[in-house]
């Protein structure tokens, strides 16, 4: 088992530049979150989906979109990079999301640079 | 939702036992508290969970309080590789409150 990949591992952008962060995992896992972490902050959560077609907003999704067209794949896309979105991005899921434990299994991470 | 209370950070001497404090005072009574850590700039790794009973398993032992309004995360051997930051977090099951919360944790360094 690969458990949860992110791509790329680092993205430098220039504001107003538009990408795709990639997620996917192979645990047939339900539930898939984006995190982001700034310098010596916890995560915050960005946007969720417990299954696929289903996704919904976090703490701070403002600038951000998701979707989930497969169980497997969960795609953080940005439309006009902003320097305020210079962060790494974490990528989780787990099994059963809401209805059982939601022990969350992450991503090695992906850091994105907006200049 | 409840909300959890860490000391900023905390040294170990390597081979004792690191014991992480955690107050989570309005705790609910679905809510479980879960224990996560963060080596260096790596991905979050679950440790463990539990509701009201004490809980055990191969990286750690959870103590909760019988009144549930705190709990202590004990690492019995620390090593240096546990030089991590800790993150205790209060979730219920179900719904949107099944989102996982983190706060900035308890950075724990281990010393030889």
């Known amino acids: 088992n690969a458990g949860v990949t992110q791509t790329p591992k680092f993205q430098v952008l220039k504001t107003g530049q538009s990408m795709t962060l990639q997620c996917a995992q192979d645990m047939n896992h339900e539930y898939m979150s984006w995190y982001r972490q700034d310098p010596g902050m916890g995560l915050r959560l960005i946007h969720y989906s417990v299954g696929a077609g289903i996704t919904d907003q976090g703490e701070v999704p403002n600038g951000y979109n998701v979707s989930r067209s497969t169980t497997e794949d969960f795609p953080l896309r940005l439309l006009s990079a902003a320097p305020s979105q210079t962060s790494v991005y974490f990528c989780?899921?787990?099994?059963?999301?809401?209805?059982?434990?939601?022990?969350?299994?992450f991503g090695a991470g992906s850091r994105l640079t907006v200049l | 939702d409840a909300k959890t209370t860490q000391p900023t950070s905390m040294d170990c001497a390597e081979g004792r036992a690191a014991n992480l404090p955690c107050n989570h005072s309005t705790i609910s009574g679905n809510e479980y508290v879960y224990w996560y850590r963060q080596i260096h700039s790596q991905g979050p790794q679950y440790i463990i969970h539990g509701l009201k009973n004490n809980e055990t398993n191969e990286m750690a032992s959870l103590i909760i309080t019988e009144d549930r309004k705190s709990s202590t995360l004990i690492l019995p051997h620390a090593t240096l590789r546990d030089t991590a930051v800790y993150y205790c977090?209060?979730?219920?099951?179900?719904?949107?409150?099944?989102?996982?919360?983190f706060g900035k944790g308890t950075k724990l360094s281990v010393k030889p």
């Open positions: 989780a899921s787990s099994y059963g999301g809401f209805s059982g434990a939601n022990v969350l299994t």
């Open positions: 977090i209060v979730r219920a099951y179900g719904g949107s409150q099944g989102n996982l919360i």
